[in-house]
């Protein structure tokens, strides 16, 4: 497991988002700020957690509980500045965005932080109270949280669990380590056309099985399907009729590098398979 590079991987992209006029300039400009600085903040934390026992328990699933989470004032220190910091980034392309008086009040009580890493992981609706409560939208206030805590979570999987870990035994929709949700699937051919899943939060992979939604658990091959992109029918999405739901998906042939394929870039860059599941009347899961 690698630290995070997603601004390489979208600069990668850049021909084949501009040529396809995927992103608006503006657009991946932001998110080529934000992902340098989540690029460099993973460092950080692996440095402080290096050398450092965090989970001596991978029996259960998810291996890290929202419970028992504990921030040292080096991690917390390094919160409060992405925070802040991704804030920034944001009002500076979107200036009709406030995250003002939100900061000012995790500054207030710095259990805040806290509290809302574990309202995400545990889908607690307490979200949507705290962001009418500071003016802002809920799903602004859910990219941010995603966004700071992603490169902490990165870290602590890469801290916490050997490299080669598989998670065979686990065949649930949550992700195994942290229990958040899936933003996208794979289907590759040299590991015998198996479907992994990949963690929207910590980016952890995990093997699900091919013909099963992964909202409902739908297995009736008569309402499940997928849709390919025609012009490149590596991209895809997988749906379910019974429930109405999609999940982007890459499938890797054994002529590609599946190191190649990040998947927190392929899920920005392909605005145009979620453009197509919406107007079919799919919704992402």
């Not at 979208?10 to 600085?37: G, M, R, V």
């Not at 607690?124 to 809920?138: Q, R």
């Not at 739908?218 to 009729?241: A, I, M, Q």
């Not at 982007?248 to 979620?274: A, Y």
């Amino acid at each position: 497991m690698s630290s995070l590079n997603h601004a390489a991987h979208l600069k990668d992209k850049e021909d084949f988002i501009t040529s396809h006029q995927i992103l608006p300039h503006d657009i991946y400009s932001f998110y080529l700020s934000l992902f340098q600085f989540q690029d460099e903040i993973v460092t950080q934390y692996e440095f402080i957690l290096n050398n450092v026992t965090i989970i001596t328990d991978t029996s259960h699933y998810p291996v890290i509980a929202p419970e028992n989470l504990h921030f040292n004032d080096q991690i917390l220190s390094l919160i409060k500045k992405s925070f802040k910091e991704i804030a920034a980034i944001i009002q500076t392309y979107h200036p009709h965005y406030s995250f003002n008086v939100f900061l000012e009040h995790c500054e207030k009580n710095e259990n805040l932080y806290k509290d809302l890493i574990m309202q995400l992981l545990n889908k607690d609706a307490t979200l949507e109270d705290i962001a009418h409560n500071n003016s802002i939208d809920t799903d602004e206030l859910i990219f941010l949280i995603i966004n700071v805590y992603r490169p902490l979570f990165v870290a602590l999987r890469n801290a916490g669990i050997p490299e080669d870990t598989t998670f065979a035994e686990h065949h649930e929709t949550y992700c195994p380590f942290c229990g958040f949700l899936p933003d996208m699937a794979t289907i590759v051919e040299s590991k015998n056309n198996k479907r992994l899943l990949h963690c929207s939060l910590c980016e952890c992979q995990w093997e699900f099985k091919r013909v099963l939604c992964v909202n409902c658990g739908n297995e009736n091959t008569d309402t499940l399907g997928y849709y390919s992109y025609e012009p490149d029918e590596k991209y895809r999405f997988d749906y379910c009729n019974k429930c109405k739901t999609y999940i982007k998906t890459i499938r890797i042939t054994k002529q590609n590098d599946e190191s190649c394929f990040d998947l927190t870039v392929e899920n920005l860059i392909t605005s145009f398979l979620d453009a197509s599941a919406l107007k079919m009347g799919y919704s992402r899961q």
